[in-house]
């Protein structure tokens, strides 16, 4: 009776588990406070709003002496990516917020356009230790279609913007919109953004599938892949993602095809970027899952997969590819063996731990490699016997065919040629003698230059020439 009622205990507590776990994970999303629904709940959670609101447009910005764009500036920093993602809205133009400035303020915007200056600011001591700011920048950006140009006010750009003088430099900001206001030499008033970043997209393979080129500036010189590379390396794995399944193969350059590894060891902070496409052997595929839910939500990526590939000229030491897919039928594990050509855009060099497997005594040492980011490798598998005998098969025979059609076509072409001077051999035969060729000593003399005689006269049975009927005759 014990061992029944047990039974039906534990079989009653199966039966509830699952609701439990599932009252559980209701418990746990339901303390997850709500996300905000716009950047404006988020300014008045910091309590810059109301400030905000008192900004009228027209008048230069910022006051000589205000610290709204500090505030703003500080604020902005503390918007993770993916709010900034969910907030972000391209469809709002700036004509629209010229119409009503008021009812904008404080909207996150997105724009792309062109860069054409771009200059660095500093606060004063106090400011900057009182906000942890030391310094932004002011970027001039003339907005994609149309005239029209805005002013924003960054806490990052990229370095190679910051010479001076007048760039063409293509570009995308989401940013918090202020207000406007009136510059100099201006037909209309001109937006002003603060943004945490303006993205660069350079005219080239890398700008074209829309990845901010100016993140290489922010990784670290670290070999572990730490917070500072996180927004550039899976920027650049979306990036890989959006390529088409050979676009970056076609779009690596003669000197990038099979280079020599050797600089992307000893010289990595010159090769940021630089798509290369290496033929080596894989020894590893490892897949590797993606935790970070605003990864998932902003990229699409739960996973890739990290190769270790060897070259001819590697001596030895691997080169790390993650790419986002891996052929059908590939193997995975770390113990592969399997010819491939990938190609990837190099990011920097990165230290990674291995241990021997003969005695546990031995340390974990710490070795580095070029760490490159792909679409997908090119496997390059033998094929199979059959498929190899079907080929040679058909190679025999092509070479017979040829052989057989090289013979017909030569004994045409000598009985062609044969034809062709029989008949010019006749034609030549059959041709007159030239007036040249004859004898004027040859010819047969007229009945003029002979005297007459008896024979020459005519008979009376003789018919008479009518032409001669014009001499007179004699009687």
């Not at 106090?126 to 907005?143: D, H, P, Q, V």
């Not at 995975?332 to 990837?344: L, N, Y």
């Not at 490798?377 to 005998?389: G, K, S, T, V």
Request: aromatic fraction near 8%; hydrophobic fraction near 40%; charged fraction near 30%.
């Amino acid at each position: 009776m014990r061992q029944a009622s047990s039974a039906l205990a534990l079989l009653a507590a199966l039966c509830c588990s699952p609701t439990l776990a599932d009252q559980a994970e209701s418990a746990e999303e339901a303390a997850e406070p709500a996300p905000l629904s716009s950047s404006r709940e988020m300014l008045k959670i910091l309590g810059v709003a109301d400030r905000l609101n008192r900004t009228d447009d027209g008048p230069d910005f910022p006051p000589e002496g205000d610290e709204l764009l500090w505030r703003l500036l500080a604020s902005v920093r503390r918007f993770s990516l993916l709010d900034v993602d969910r907030w972000k809205d391209s469809r709002i133009s700036a004509e629209e917020l010229r119409g009503t400035p008021a009812g904008y303020r404080g909207a996150l915007v997105t724009w792309t356009g062109e860069v054409t200056r771009a200059a660095e600011l500093k606060l004063p001591a106090e400011a900057a230790e009182r906000f942890n700011l030391s310094g932004f920048y002011r970027c001039e950006m003339t907005i994609t279609g149309g005239e029209s140009r805005a002013i924003v006010y960054a806490l990052a750009v990229p370095e190679e913007w910051l010479s001076g003088e007048t760039i063409h430099e293509r570009a995308s900001v989401s940013g918090l919109f202020i207000k406007l206001v009136q510059e100099e030499g201006e037909s209309a008033p001109l937006p002003v953004l603060v943004a945490g970043r303006v993205a660069w997209h350079p005219h080239n393979i890398l700008g074209d599938l829309d990845m901010d080129v100016g993140l290489f500036d922010e990784l670290s010189p670290r070999p572990e892949l730490g917070a500072e590379d996180r927004e550039c390396f899976y920027q650049l794995l979306a990036a890989a993602g959006r390529a088409g399944a050979r676009q970056l193969l076609r779009a690596v350059p003669k000197e990038g095809r099979n280079p020599s590894v050797v600089p992307l060891f000893n010289k990595p902070n010159e090769q940021r970027g630089r798509l290369v496409e290496l033929t080596g052997t894989a020894r590893q595929a490892v897949l590797r899952r993606v935790e970070d839910r605003d990864i998932v939500a902003r990229f699409g990526i739960d996973h890739y997969y990290e190769l270790e590939i060897f070259t001819q000229d590697s001596e030895g030491n691997p080169l790390t590819f993650c790419v986002r897919e891996l052929p059908k039928g590939f193997p995975q594990g770390d113990r592969i063996t399997e010819p491939v050509r990938v190609a990837g855009f190099f990011v920097k060099r990165w230290g990674y731990r291995t241990a021997s497997t003969e005695s546990t005594e031995r340390p974990v040492t710490r070795h580095l490699a070029p760490l490159l980011i792909g679409r997908e490798p090119i496997w390059l598998q033998p094929l199979p016997a059959d498929q190899r005998f079907a080929n040679g098969v058909f190679l025999v025979l092509f070479v017979c065919l040829t052989v057989v059609l090289w013979v017909v076509v030569s004994r045409l072409s000598r009985g062609d040629a044969k034809f062709h001077k029989e008949i010019e051999r006749r034609f030549i035969a059959s041709q007159p003698e030239s007036l040249d060729n004859i004898d004027p000593e040859a010819e047969e003399k007229t009945p003029l230059d002979r005297p007459v005689t008896a024979a020459d006269a005519p008979r009376d049975d003789a018919p008479r020439d009518d032409g001669d009927n014009d001499r007179p005759s004699v009687s």
